[in-house]
């Protein structure tokens, strides 16, 4: 059964920064490409970054240039590390994980994903 959980989330003020994990089990990690999503109050829940199998990267153009996606394969653990946060970063952020291994295509879709964490509240004062 495939698991994921997110940490890092937090309160901070404009211009701070913030690291989030996302730390997966339940089958090989280094195979399966995996993203991160967020959603605030009555918003759809937006697209922010990809991480390929292989390590290759996407980002939403609402974070590009501020955020980087990242993985550690012998730690189970991706991670977003978010600089440069604006009031409008704030909003749950998830976690989620490809159905197949080996998909190297770009996914924004939140349901071009099979497996999501329980999320974590990242809020940013002006």
């Known amino acids: 059964q495939v698991q994921l959980v997110e940490s890092g989330g937090g309160l901070v003020q404009a211009g701070d920064s913030l690291r989030l994990s996302c730390v997966a089990s339940?089958?090989?990690?280094?195979?399966?490409?995996m993203g991160w999503f967020r959603q605030a109050p009555g918003k759809e829940r937006e697209f922010v970054a990809r991480?390929?199998?292989?390590?290759?990267?996407y980002y939403g153009d609402s974070v590009k240039g501020r955020f980087t996606i990242s993985r550690d394969n012998a730690k189970a653990t991706m991670y977003l590390q978010m600089n440069s946060l604006k009031p409008e970063d704030t909003a749950v952020y998830y976690c989620?994980?490809?159905?197949?291994?080996?998909?190297?295509?770009?996914?924004?879709?939140?349901?071009?994903?099979?497996?999501w964490g329980q999320g974590t509240q990242v809020t940013v004062s002006s």
């Open positions: 991480i390929g199998w292989s390590a290759s990267t």
């Open positions: 339940g089958r090989t990690f280094r195979n399966y490409s």
């Open positions: 989620a994980a490809d159905l197949r291994p080996f998909y190297s295509g770009n996914k924004v879709s939140s349901q071009d994903y099979a497996y």
